[in-house]
Nanobody
Framework: QVQLVESGGGSVQAGGSLRLSCAAS????????MGWFRQAPGKEREFVAG???????TSYADSVKGRFTISRDRRNTVYLQMNSLKPEDTAVYYC?????????????????WGRGTQVTVSS
């Protein structure tokens, strides 16, 4: 099993920045990819960004390209740097881990999920 714990959420004004962190523990050797998803009230959960654990290649949703950056360190932590935040970025953000590094934009690819952290952007 893999456990994921998110942190770094909060409230910010439009144009501001936040950095989310997700610490992975447990059988982390089984992780090949990680990603961030978000779910706004009344909407389905959607892909935000993904990263291949070994290659370090990244992918982003069109809505966040150029504003968000996903990265990882060697201690099994993945980050989501969010700049130029907009009110439409308001959502619960979830970290996820996959035993594959293919199709990281697809929710069903992921095997483990964190509990989520709230991000609220006010206008």
């Amino acid at each position: 099993q893999v456990q994921l714990v998110e942190s770094g959420g909060g409230s910010v004004q439009a144009g501001g920045s936040l950095r989310l962190s997700c610490a992975a523990s447990g059988r982390t050797f089984s992780i090949y990819g990680m990603g961030w998803f978000r779910q706004a009230p009344g909407k389905e959960r959607e892909f935000v960004a993904g990263i291949s654990w070994s290659a370090g290649s990244t992918s982003y949703a069109d809505s966040v390209k150029g504003r968000f950056t996903i990265s990882r360190d060697r201690r099994n932590t993945v980050y989501l740097q969010m700049n130029s935040l907009k009110p439409e970025d308001t959502a619960v953000y979830y970290c996820a881990a996959s035993r594959s590094d293919y199709r990281l934009a697809v929710e069903s690819t992921y095997d483990y999920w964190g509990r989520g952290t709230q991000v609220t952007v006010s206008s």
